[in-house]
């Protein structure tokens, strides 16, 4: 009995000196804090939110009076669901993806006057605006033609509402609209109105392409029988030329006998004397005795 007594007795003399050493502990384990990468640290004390934030990495503290929040400025991702009117008056449905960022110097700013859930609060509504603002500039068929443009303008104006409170938009994109069933027959219908059009306007190409073919083939043919014809004719001329030619040559020789006496002329010799022709050719024929 008395020992056990005295055990107990032992143990209260340690009991102080547990609670002395857990209580450093936990003094100890609360004059750090360790801020993970992507993120920044918000000092609080006693509530108050301080201006400068810690940095990624292992930092002291005051233990009980200060807390460090948190505040993550790696870039995330919203997917939306805005709904707008074309400057048509067409019901538009728009999936939207947002990347975003909360900037560095931003994180106490944005803790103190929004909070965690400044996603829900500033992002989502601006987005949601932004996009029936822009829309309204254009008509749905326009939306969709110049999807990218749109997307850009979008951006800017986004940009341009969240920047205030400490929030960097990276990056936008229009993933799909989508329109009424009105609207949708009808872009099919003027589409298949275009095929149909650049089908017909494609045909009488062709037609006009085949029309001038066979007009050229035409006008070579016509130019070969052309030239065919005038080598011809000049042949006949030639022809016709040499038979004239021939005929009055005929002609004359014709009139020059048929004129003719049978008499040959008398010429003059180189000493003045006059030889008759006729008288020499008779006695060239006479035979010799």
């Known amino acids: 009995m008395s020992v056990t007594y005295a055990s107990s007795s032992k143990l209260k003399k340690f009991i102080p000196l547990i609670v002395l050493v857990v209580v450093l502990a936990i003094v100890a384990i609360d004059c750090f804090v360790v801020v993970p990468a992507g993120h920044t640290g918000v000092v609080v004390n006693l509530g108050e939110v301080r201006e400068n934030v810690l940095q990624e990495g292992f930092h002291f503290k005051v233990p009980f009076i200060q807390e460090v929040i948190n505040i993550s400025n790696k870039i995330q991702k919203e997917e939306v669901v805005a709904d707008a009117v074309s400057k048509d008056l067409q019901q538009i449905s728009s999936s939207i993806a947002v990347n975003y960022r909360v900037g560095l110097s931003s994180s106490a700013q944005i803790y103190k006057n929004v909070g965690y859930d400044y996603a829900e609060i500033i992002l989502l509504p601006a987005v949601q605006e932004s996009m029936k603002a822009i829309s309204a500039k254009y008509t749905a068929e326009e939306l969709i033609t110049m999807r990218s443009q749109i997307g850009t303008e979008i951006k800017t104006t986004l940009d341009e509402k969240v920047k205030g409170y400490g929030i960097v938009i990276e990056d936008f994109n229009i993933v799909n609209f989508a329109f009424s069933e009105e609207f949708n027959a009808a872009i099919e219908a003027k589409q298949v109105a275009e095929q149909n059009l650049i089908k017909t306007k494609t045909e009488q190409e062709q037609a006009i392409v085949i029309a001038e073919a066979e ?37 004359l020789e014709y009139l020059k006998l048929d004129k003719w006496d049978g008499k040959l002329p008398l010429v003059q010799g180189a000493d003045g004397t006059i030889i008759d022709l006729g008288s020499l050719l008779e006695e060239a024929q006479t035979p010799a005795e």
């Open 215 to 251: 007009a050229q083939k035409k006008v070579i043919a016509a130019e070969a029988e052309a030239t065919a014809i005038l080598a011809e004719a000049e042949a006949n001329a030639k022809a016709n030329k040499v038979i004239a030619e021939s005929i009055q040559n005929s002609l």
